[in-house]
Structures are given as structure tokens and as C-alpha cells.
Nanobody
Framework: QVRLVESGGGLVQAGGSLRLSCAAS????????MGWYRQAPGKQRELVAA???????NYADSVRGRFTISRDNAKNTVYLQMNSLKPEDTAVYYC???????????????WGQGTQVTVSS
């Protein structure tokens, strides 16, 4: 009943920018933490950035200063603005959200399908 739909991935040259969006829909009471993860070929999935409902953010060291995460609680949407992209940013990017759908309010983990970001040199 809950789905996360991502958009904004694609191919970009090194130094360029992309903005990813992820909108959650369904039987949603609230959303706790929303975040972006990525998985490059041959590597484990890693946290890129996360943001709480109150706006507190956390970034991987590799993207801090280049990426900005934000959210629109009214739209149940999280964004990832990616600037100064590098070839090593190439990966499948996944949206993640802790979604409250029932009472008692235990958040459940949901994932988007992933969107490919490719940065050429």
C-alpha cells in the first residue's frame, strides 16, 4: 500500500548536477527518516544522506559539501541535489523511508526501485 517513486536520474558529465526526487504515496500516517543510498557495481550499498522529519541531516563524507538533501513533508517527498558530480558517484541510487502506516506507530522500512546515475569523465 506504500510505494516510493523516484525520478531525476540519468547521465551527466563530471562536474555537472542532477536532482533526484522521491515521492511516497499510500496509506501514510507519517514519515520519520528519509534517505538516499547508493550501490556501485561490485560494492555494498551505502548511505549517501538522510534527513529527519525535523530537518536534521547526515551525509557520507564522500558527498558532504557537494550534495544536499531536503524534504517536503506536505508532499511526502525527499530530494537529493547533487552538484560537482564525479565519476565515482556513478551508482544506482535508492530512496528509503521509515513510514508509519498503523497504530501503534512503528515505522516500517520502504525502498524505492532505484534510479541509475552515471557520471562520465
Amino acid at each position: 500500500q506504500v510505494r516510493l517513486v523516484e525520478s531525476g536520474g540519468g547521465l551527466v558529465q563530471a562536474g555537472g548536477s542532477l536532482r533526484l526526487s522521491c515521492a511516497a504515496s499510500g496509506s501514510i500516517i507519517g514519515i520519520n527518516v528519509m534517505g538516499w543510498y547508493r550501490q556501485a557495481p561490485g560494492k555494498q550499498r551505502e548511505l549517501v544522506a538522510a534527513i529527519t522529519s525535523g530537518g536534521t541531516t547526515n551525509y557520507a563524507d564522500s558527498v558532504r559539501g557537494r550534495f544536499t538533501i531536503s524534504r517536503d513533508n506536505a508532499k511526502n517527498t525527499v530530494y537529493l541535489q547533487m552538484n560537482s558530480l564525479k565519476p565515482e558517484d556513478t551508482a544506482v541510487y535508492y530512496c528509503n523511508a521509515g513510514v508509519v502506516t498503523t497504530t501503534p506507530a512503528f515505522p516500517e522500512d520502504y525502498w524505492g526501485q532505484g534510479t541509475q546515475v552515471t557520471v562520465s569523465s
